[in-house]
């Protein structure tokens, strides 16, 4: 069981979705939120064990907050849930990001039943530190993590599709990068897979090609594997994001844009 838990929790990690819009869209609300509603499903082997654990399907919220007079960074987070809402069990991720796209907090989180974690880091690129806080129902610690001399830009899974989103334009072939993720650093690399496919959303139909978040050869191992298809538009829209690892895959699929704050122009 705690196994379970474990792998789905790193495989939850890595689908940090994020925001979009395509340019002919209709939708509404706050002119500095852009906002998106997902479905989620677990895939593969493990799906009928996992149903006794917890669910192999539900929604997820993805919310971007750009920068008003008095804030400076851009706030993002994702919220995924069972098919009841949070009451039903939750996995939560929050990154701040400022305006050039490095990474100032990152967060993630759970409750499944009795079972729950949450962890929170803030960089200080000055002192080269990570300040991390994880609590548990056992614990609160609090320890504080000297990063790597040599890197000086450090994404979670949020930032990392951020910066694809970004680049997806000039993005030819394979980038290699730093994921940080529980603590720890990976290096990882990000390429596009030479795939698209045809969304439909509001009666439209919207190309998306893919791009991939793998594991660079020769370092540390990332428990994971990311495949986001974004829109061919100049918004890239996430219009699925494929999750794997070892023990189970997540897929999750657009299905409506709440707000349409124009995330590309402020980063």
Excluded at 43 to 49: A, K, Y
Excluded at 109 to 125: A, C, L, P
Excluded at 133 to 146: D, F, G, I, L, Y
């Amino acid at each position: 069981m705690n196994v379970l838990r474990t792998a789905l929790l790193a495989l939850l990690l890595g689908m940090v979705v994020v925001p979009a819009q395509a340019a002919d869209l209709n939708c509404s609300g706050p002119s500095n939120v852009e906002e998106l509603r997902y479905s989620w499903r677990l895939r593969g082997g493990i799906r009928f064990l996992a149903g006794f654990l917890f669910p192999t399907s539900g929604v997820g919220n993805l919310r971007t907050t750009l920068p008003t007079a008095k804030d400076h960074f851009i706030h993002s987070e994702l919220l995924i849930t069972a098919p009841n809402g949070k009451q039903g069990g939750f996995y939560a991720y929050e990154s701040d990001i400022d305006q050039q796209g490095k990474t100032l907090m990152t967060y993630h989180g759970y409750s499944w039943g009795e079972k729950s974690r949450h962890e929170r880091t803030v960089f200080d690129y000055v002192k080269g530190l990570a300040r991390i806080r994880k609590q548990t129902p056992a614990e609160v610690e609090n320890r504080v993590k000297k990063l790597p001399a040599d890197e000086q830009q450090f994404r979670d899974i949020l930032t990392a599709i951020y910066y694809l989103r970004q680049n997806a334009a000039t993005l030819r072939g394979p980038m290699q990068t730093t994921i940080y993720s529980d603590g720890k650093e990976y290096p990882v690399i990000f390429k596009p897979s030479g795939e698209r496919k045809t969304f439909v959303i509001q009666a439209k139909n919207i190309t998306a090609t893919a791009f991939q978040i793998v594991d660079a050869p020769g370092g540390k191992k990332w428990p994971g594997g990311v495949k986001v298809w974004l829109s061919d538009d100049a918004k890239r829209i996430p219009f699925r994001i494929e999750i794997s690892q070892s023990l189970a895959s997540m897929q999750l699929d657009l299905q409506s844009i709440e707000s349409c704050a124009t995330v590309m122009a402020a980063l």
